[in-house]
């Protein structure tokens, strides 16, 4: 694989590689299907702002980060992988995969419908199969929530989307405590106890 490795305003080796299993109008690919050989882990990584790097330079072409967004795939080894039917390699990922831009709110109660857009276009409604879950940073304590996208895959929520999302907060009494909690799609997702929610930078 590393013969294939020109640069990011050359990428045309990786884009070839990857397109004909994202052809549009198919959807997104099955790379959960797909059980290719392992060529290597290549020089390409997607940072804690969402950014994608090849070779130490950031991925300018938001079409081409678009397309390698669609056969990315976390397995169980905890590694994230850029997949196609005939070949699987390593990149890193300093965070999350995504990163959620955009919250919109609909309905109230139960019916309330959270629904993210990540920076590469999927658009996610929060609910039992794509659930948020919320971790508390370890630089600093700040809270950090995420969303799962498809798969293992995830998308950190920008801070202005963070703090939009605890403004639709609410204290909900679940297993008997109140906590600070958000609901979606008829699911609650509980945040932390209430009284406890200290938003700090990331």
């Known amino acids: 694989m590393a013969g294939r490795e020109t640069s990011v305003r050359d990428a045309a080796g990786l884009e070839a590689l990857i397109s004909p299993a994202a052809a549009p109008g198919k959807g997104l690919p099955a790379v959960e299907r797909w059980n290719p050989d392992f060529c290597g882990d290549l020089d390409m990584e997607i940072r804690a702002d969402g950014t994608w790097f090849y070779m130490g330079t950031p991925i300018g072409r938001q079409p081409l980060v678009r397309l390698f967004s669609t056969v990315l ?25 995504f990163l959620a831009v955009e ?75 109140a906590m600070f909690a958000v609901r979606s799609k008829g699911i609650v997702f509980p945040i932390m106890p209430s009284g406890e929610l200290e938003l700090q930078s990331r």
Request: hydrophobic share 40%; proline share 4%; aromatic share 4%.
């Open 73 to 97: 795939r976390k397995d169980a080894d905890g590694k994230t992988y850029l997949v196609t039917p005939v070949e699987k390699v390593g990149i890193r990922v300093e965070d999350a995969h």
């Open 103 to 177: 919250l919109n709110v609909s309905g109230k109660g139960d019916d309330q419908v959270m629904t993210f857009r990540t920076n590469v276009g999927d658009i996610v409604e929060a609910g039992a199969e794509n659930p948020l879950r919320f971790a508390i940073g370890a630089e600093n304590g700040g809270l950090k929530p995420y969303l799962l996208v498809r798969g293992r895959l995830e998308a950190l929520l920008a801070r202005p989307v963070m703090y939009d999302l605890v403004n639709h907060g609410e204290d909900i009494a679940i297993d008997g405590k």
